[in-house]
């Protein structure tokens, strides 16, 4: 289905001409490759994230992509609603989506608000803002759907070894884990939970995330741990009554892949190095505990935290401690990507195309 024919999208506006640049002519590196593109929209509570790709020999080739901390969500939590400033921010970056999908004459797209829309009383409202502002119509999903699409975009670097896999995706609002068994040559999800804490939520709910003390990071972890260990035991009944503990954690989030940059000491953030990479459990905690004794400056001038995330990652840190301590697994496999690519993935799969090269 061509994109400007698809349900949930109308055409971005246009923006007036620049001097030397037609507004209707893209620049020729952004020509359509002959496979056709698809694009893929995550808008969460933290980040708005966009994926163009096209089919590949083996799976797809990604054309282009943007990323952005929003902060949609900010002070959602205390208000039940989205702030002017929030959706401003956000509206900025789509508007940066919209055109790239329009330069790009993307075929098919779906795109997706997650939590914070979820949540927020003017929820729908903001999505009627976003189409008439930029032309994108954003569907709202519910949580099993975001925990489908996360499992089908990181199952790929689940070990094909493996018996069983936790795979989780931390996010800003929620935290979506999986329980993964190994069915034949694929894994299915046995069981499914999503939490209603992220990085963002948990911040804001214990004081904002800059200064952070021992007291203060376990509280957090307190708070976490009765959900984490009511999935645990949902996991074990479904286990015949085994304890969870699975063949290797998989985690897809920008918490795991900073804590994995900040762990292999990387000058500046490599997705190369970190998409894919192996962790030690051991060493995760050990990247935990030094953040937790580094002030929020100190934090900030990590150059795989930096000042967006210096707030944000201690909260992150947490929710990971909880999943560690209810899943216990000597190795964590880190994914840089998730939802947008299981999205890519099922729209590839629907047209036939996943997995052929053009």
Known sequence: MDATNRPGWTRPRRKPAVAGRSPHRPPASREQPPGGLYGALDLGTNNCRLLIATPAQHGFSVVDAFSRIVRLGEKLAQTGRLSEDAMGRTIEALRVCANKLRWRNVERVRLVATEACRMAANGPEFIDLVRRETGLGLEIIDRETEAGLAAVGAEPLVDRQAETALVFDIGGGSTEV?????????????????????????????GGGVDVTPHSFEAMRAHLRPMLQEFAAKVSDANGGLPPVPSHLLGTSGTVTTIAGVQLGLARYDRSRVDGCWLKSADIGAVTDRLLHLSYEQRAANPCIGRERADLVLAGCAILEEIRLAFPAERIRVADRGLREGILTLLMKEDGTYGRAA
């Open 178 to 206: 999986l329980w993964m068994r190994r069915s034949g040559l694929r894994f299915e999800t046995v069981a499914w939970t999503s939490l209603a804490a992220g990085v963002v939520t948990i911040s804001e709910r214990f």
